[in-house]
């Protein structure tokens, strides 16, 4: 069940193009390939690497987004805005055991087109974690959720 490294965080915001415009004029990232969530996302990159990703944050967010995502919080200022740290996985299943072991509570989503199963939890402090697996690990399991389920 090792995690390998830091994957992205999801930073949710009332102006998407502002936030956007300025990670790529003052910090120098890229926009690249979005999956289609059936929700507004962009994700930017350094190098080939996805690092941030935004969407819309606040009290009016899609129902799609709430049923993938979820939203524990509605700021669109501070600290708040940071939904989400997601880390890359490998050995699901025995993630999945070690879970249950220890009482943890989580959600499981996959997104096809970028060949991930998702596991979403959350630490003591009532921070949301993501931790991404190979879909190819996720063989026979059936996610509580798939975006391309999502209503258009």
Not at 4 to 26: C, F, G, K, N, P
Not at 37 to 60: M, R, S
Not at 67 to 74: A, E, K, L
Request: net charge negative; aromatic share 8%.
């Amino acid at each position: 069940m090792p995690l390998s490294h830091i994957e992205h965080v999801l930073i949710q915001t009332a102006d998407m193009a502002a936030t956007r415009d300025w990670y790529v004029r003052v910090l120098g990232f890229r926009v690249g390939p979005s999956p289609d969530f059936k929700f507004p996302v962009c994700w930017l990159y350094l190098g080939e690497q996805d690092v941030i990703h935004i969407t819309e944050g606040g009290a009016n967010v899609s129902e799609n987004r709430r049923r993938y995502v979820g939203q524990d919080s509605q700021a669109t200022r501070g600290s708040g805005v940071i939904d989400h740290v997601a880390f890359r996985c490998t050995g699901l299943r025995a993630m999945l055991a070690h879970l249950r072991a220890e009482g943890v509570e989580f959600r499981e989503r996959q997104v096809s087109d970028q060949g991930l199963y998702q596991l979403f939890l959350h630490d003591p402090n009532g921070i949301k974690v993501e931790l991404n697996f190979a879909n190819a690990e996720a063989a026979g399991l059936t996610p509580e959720l798939r975006a391309s389920d999502l209503p258009a």
